[in-house]
């Protein structure tokens, strides 16, 4: 099966300005995640999506980033504007979201903000 | 509240020495707990899965872990360190709370040295 995919693969931006991360999740795959990455870190989840609904977002900035999965399959990250500290990488994953499996992940987009 | 704690930041063994990923959790559920690999510039790979059959739980790579519930526990061990281990190791909790949520520990860098 395919994998998730993720696009770019790097960006680069300066404060201020927006950036647009693209996820499409494992067909088939209810449950899809956002999770911010900083250097020396553990994933912090930033968004979790059931369908095209969202589980969780306690943890999303809601003043500069936005997500949407619109029909339940791939799905949008946007920062507006961009601050220093949201350079990271943003990893997608997804699961069947049926029962406890294991996240499957994209390889994720580094950005850097300068 | 779940929280997932790894108790090391860095851990260096010699190649064909056992190796040893401490990590305790909490978790007002029955969770499920994993153990992921992040090699340098790779997307993080499932290395086993706990979710309530056996407590010993085998991987791949030659990777095992064991739940304790008494400790809280979830310790990765290998009996023989071999040079591709070197990467970063992140425990990982997971709980039905009306939606599965899933918290990343901070992560445990493994050193191989020949």
Redesign the interface.
């Given at each position: 099966e395919a994998g998730v995919a993720q696009s770019p693969r790097y960006k680069i931006i300066e404060k201020r300005q927006s950036v647009a991360f693209w996820c499409n999740p494992i067909s088939g795959h209810a449950?899809l995640?956002w999770?911010q990455q900083i250097l020396g870190?553990?994933?912090?989840?930033l968004i979790?999506f059931?369908n095209n609904g969202v589980?969780?977002d306690s943890q999303l900035p809601k003043d500069r980033f936005s997500a949407e999965r619109l029909k339940g399959v791939d799905s949008t990250l946007k920062i507006q504007p961009a601050k220093l500290e949201d350079s990271a990488v943003y990893?997608c994953?997804s699961n069947r979201?049926r029962d406890?499996s294991?996240?499957h992940?994209?390889?994720?987009t580094r950005l850097t903000v300068t | 509240a779940q929280s997932v704690t790894q108790l090391d930041s860095h851990v260096s063994v010699s190649e064909g020495t056992p190796v040893l990923l401490r990590c305790n959790y909490s978790s007002s559920y029955s969770p499920?707990l994993?153990w992921?690999v992040q090699h340098p510039n790779?997307?993080?790979?499932?290395l086993l899965?706990y979710?309530s059959a056996a407590t010993l739980v085998k991987g791949i790579n030659g990777f095992e872990a064991e739940f304790k519930k008494s400790e809280t526990s979830f310790h990765l061990t290998k009996p023989s360190a071999h040079m591709s281990d070197a990467a970063e190791y992140?425990c990982v909790v997971?709980e039905?709370t009306g939606?599965?949520?899933?918290?990343?520990?901070?992560?445990t860098r493994l050193f191989v040295k020949a």
């Open positions: 449950t995640y999770y870190q553990g994933p912090k989840l979790q059931q589980v969780d990893l994953a979201g406890n294991p996240l992940f994209g390889n994720g | 499920s994993f992921y790779k997307g993080l790979q499932l899965k979710t992140f997971s039905n939606g599965f949520k899933t918290i990343f520990g901070a992560g």
